[in-house]
């Protein structure tokens, strides 16, 4: 998390190759999603200078990518990242994946739902 944009822009003109990826996503869904508690905690005021309840988050005013994860699947976000960093050729050309192996699928699911998403 980067929540200042005054810092993004100093991290970008230090870095060169920098490709700011904005992660789009209201603060109620991060809430949901939330295992840890961590957004509890700081709605409590448990937690101090929590980006998003306590602490500003400044929205990036050009990101070379935005994903918004209420909206899309993760592989959707993925390739948007993907297909820029490709077009920035900073990466060969990506395509999407044909699909998982059943085994490869659960063990995707089962990060997934420790991160709570499902």
Do not use: H, Q
Not at 65 to 90: C, F, H, N, P, Q
């Amino acid at each position: 998390v980067s929540p200042y944009r005054e810092i993004r822009d100093e991290i970008r003109k230090e870095i060169g190759n920098f490709v700011e990826v904005y992660v789009k996503c209201p603060v109620e869904v991060c809430i949901e999603r939330d295992v840890k508690g961590m957004y509890k905690k700081a709605l409590k005021g448990e937690i101090k200078n929590f980006t998003g309840i306590d602490d500003p988050y400044e929205e990036p005013l050009n990101p070379e990518v935005i994903v918004e994860t209420d909206k899309e699947t993760v592989e959707e976000s993925v390739g948007k990242v993907m297909r820029k960093l490709a077009e920035l050729g900073y990466i060969d050309e990506w395509s999407e994946p044909e699909g998982y192996s059943e085994e490869e699928e659960e063990i995707v699911k089962k990060r997934l739902e420790n991160l709570g998403y499902y």
